[in-house]
C-alpha cells in the first residue's frame, strides 16, 4: 500500500471518532483554529469565496461560516467519510460545495478569496510536491487573497526537533495511553506524515511571491503560517 492509500485508509476509517481524537492529540487545537481564521481579514458581511484544502469533518469551514456568514466556502477532502462528516455538521448552512478528492489532481476550479487548510498539507510527500501545491494555491487567488495554514512543521535543528517531540509527546500522553502514543500515533506520523520547516515554508511562500508573510501562532511544532497575494 502507498503512503496516500495509507493516509486515505486512516481517514475513511477513523472519520466518525475524528473530531474526538484530534483533541487528544494536538495541543491547543481549538486555539490554532481561532488563530486560523482570525487571521482572515475581510468584513463580517462580505461574499467571500474560501477554499478548505483537507477540510476533514468541516471544523474550519464551520469557524468561516460563523464568522464570515455570506461566505461561499469549497471543502476538499480525500476521505470520502470525512467529507460525509463534514456534510452533517454542514447542514444549517448554505453555500459550501463539497469535493472528494486529492490535493494533487485537484483542478482549482475557480478563484478563491481565501485558501485555508489546518492539519493536511504536511501530508504532501516531498519538497517538490509541496512547492507546487503552494504555486498553485498562488494562482488560484484573487488580488489581496489569502492563504493561511496551520499545520504541524519541523524545528530548524535536531536539538529544537527534539524538543518539539518532547513537548508533543507529553501532551498526548496526558489524553491517551502511552502505549498507544508510542505504538499508534508515532507510528502513524513517522509512515504518513511529512513536515517540512516552519522556515522552509515561509522561504517557498515569499518566492512564489506572496507578501506580508507570518506566522501567525506556533506551539513548539504546530504554526499558523501564510501570505497575501497582492
Ligand atoms: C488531520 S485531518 C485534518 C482535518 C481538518 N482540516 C481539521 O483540522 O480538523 C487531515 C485531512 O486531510 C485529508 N488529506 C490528506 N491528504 C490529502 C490529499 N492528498 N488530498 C486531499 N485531502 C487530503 C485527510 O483525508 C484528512 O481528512
Known sequence: MDK??????????????????????????????????????FGKGEKISVLDLGCGTGTIAKKVKELFPNARISCLDLAKNMVEMAKIKLKNFEDIQYYVGEFEHFEFPEKYDVVVSSLALHHL????????????????????????NAD?????????????????????????????????WMKTYEEEDSPAKLMDHIEWL????????????KYYNFAVYGGVKL
Do not use: C
Open 152 to 184: 504541524v512543521v519541523l524545528g530548524s535543528n535536531s536539538h529544537l526537533q527534539d524538543l518539539y517531540m518532547k513537548k508533543w509527546v507529553e501532551y498526548m500522553k496526558r489524553n491517551v495511553p502511552e502505549e498507544e502514543v508510542e505504538s499508534k
Open 125 to 148: 510527500v516531498t519538497e517538490k510536491d509541496k512547492i507546487h501545491f503552494y504555486s498553485q494555491i498562488h494562482k488560484a487567488l484573487n488580488q489581496n487573497g489569502v492563504f493561511y
Open 206 to 217: 515569499k518566492k512564489l511571491g506572496f507578501a506580508d508573510v507570518d506566522v501567525v501562532w
Open 4 to 41: 496516500k492509500e495509507k493516509i486515505r485508509d486512516h481517514f475513511e476509517l477513523e472519520a466518525q471518532e475524528f473530531d474526538e481524537i484530534i483533541r487528544k492529540l494536538i495541543p491547543y487545537y481549538e486555539q490554532m483554529l481561532k488563530a486560523l481564521t482570525a487571521s482572515i481579514p
